[in-house]
């Protein structure tokens, strides 16, 4: 089905006061930008789908929050250069009156890996850049920013426990060079995912599902969801992939093993490889679950979670207040509020699946 517009997500965050509390913030509307990777499906909300109208549904655009400065402000990414997250870094960016290539200039750092030479030039890029605020948005790049500079501020876009990895001292008072978003969908998630797809496939008992070995915290998240399968009677195998081309034999390998559903790891490298994943999942008849709704977006059945680039957008806050003035330290993280579960009828119908009502009913966006 030809794209006619897709839904923007609500998506809410929140962060901690003086107390610590969390303090549920506005909610924002995120928009997804139509690009090639979107497979031309039709993003639309869960009522009107039930209804049996068409179209997507929008939300007005969040208004620009505060006047550029007059010079050109210069910042670095250190992030895969994916399009569909360059178009939510802009957008962001933009509403907030920062337009890239005009008062704002952004350079892509690269890092290769873990090694001191990667990250001397990386440190060395900085310097040489000029840069006043380094974007680092999974907790490999803010590892390697961390490590390649103490002094200019750093904004986070999706780590996952900047606390217990030492990035920050605390989510109300990061105290350091570093503060943004961070992005943990928890154990409760992962139960989320399982119900859902033993919905989807009555009898399940068997999942399995791939993972990035290079992502930190990829066994914690493995056995989050070993933990939520075991409690429901089910079997969670996670199967380590390192590239690419390790995804088809993983897939081999699961089905080999009798899988019966899979639930696709956290990362970078996963959300990227997230088309080679769908269409692996559909040749070999398995539904395939996410935490974040970019998944299904791709080809795959469901996700309950958030999305990606309304991380960015939440990030972009974070760049407007410190090219502003304000210090990272003195900066609240915020976290994610809001989780959405969103279904893809087309991938069922080619799964053979007939979904249960009661699920299209809970789902806030459905793709047809």
């Known amino acids: 089905m030809a794209s006619e517009g897709r839904a ?35 993003l639309i909300s869960r009522r009107r ?17 505060a006047q550029p400065t007059p010079a050109v402000r210069r910042i670095g990414v250190v992030e895969a250069d994916a399009k569909l997250l360059v178009e939510a870094r802009k957008e962001g960016l933009r509403r907030l009156g920062w337009i890239e290539g005009e008062n704002i200039v952004v350079e892509q750092l690269r890092w290769g890996d873990r090694s001191s030479a990667s990250l001397k030039k990386l440190a060395q890029d900085i310097v040489r850049l000029k840069l006043e605020l380094v974007i680092a948005s999974t907790d490999q790049h803010v590892t390697a920013a961390k490590a390649a500079t103490s002094t200019v501020p750093i904004v986070m876009v999706y780590a996952q426990d900047p606390v217990g990895q030492g990035f920050i001292a605390s989510l109300a008072r990061p105290g350091s060079n ?18 859902a797809l033993a919905e989807c496939r009555p009898g399940l008992s068997r999942l399995a599902g791939p993972v990035d070995v290079n992502y930190p915290g990829y066994r914690t998240t493995g056995l989050a969801v070993e933990t939520a399968a075991r409690v429901r009677g089910m ?3 996670a199967v380590e992939v390192r590239e690419a081309g390790a995804l088809a034999g993983a897939f081999t390998a699961m089905v080999k093993d009798r899988t019966e559903a899979i639930i696709v ?19 070999y008849r398995l539904p395939t679950a996410y935490t974040y709704r970019e998944g299904p977006e791709a080809g795959g059945l469901l996700s309950y979670g958030t999305s990606i680039p309304a991380a960015w957008h939440r990030a972009a806050v974070y760049i407007d207040k410190i090219l502003r003035g ?23 119908k080619a799964l053979g699946l007939t979904l249960p009502p009661a699920l299209l009913a809970r789902a806030d966006h459905i793709i047809e």
């Open 8 to 42: 923007r997500p609500s998506v809410g965050y929140a962060t901690p006061d003086a107390t610590g509390a969390m303090v549920e913030l506005t909610t924002s509307h995120v928009r997804h930008q139509a690009d090639s990777e979107t497979g031309g499906h039709q």
């Open 49 to 65: 789908f039930l209804a049996g109208g068409g179209g997507a549904v929008l939300a007005a655009p969040l208004a620009a929050q």
């Open 178 to 195: 570093i503060t943004g978003v961070t992005w943990d969908p928890g154990p409760e998630i992962r139960g989320k995912l399982v119900e």
């Open 235 to 237: 079997t969670f195998r």
């Open 265 to 283: 790891g956290d990362g970078p490298f996963l959300w990227t490889q997230r088309h080679r994943i769908a269409e692996l999942a559909v040749r």
């Open 326 to 348: 304000a210090k990272p330290a003195d900066l609240p993280v915020e976290q994610p509020t809001t989780f959405e579960l969103v279904v893809n009828v087309k991938t069922a």
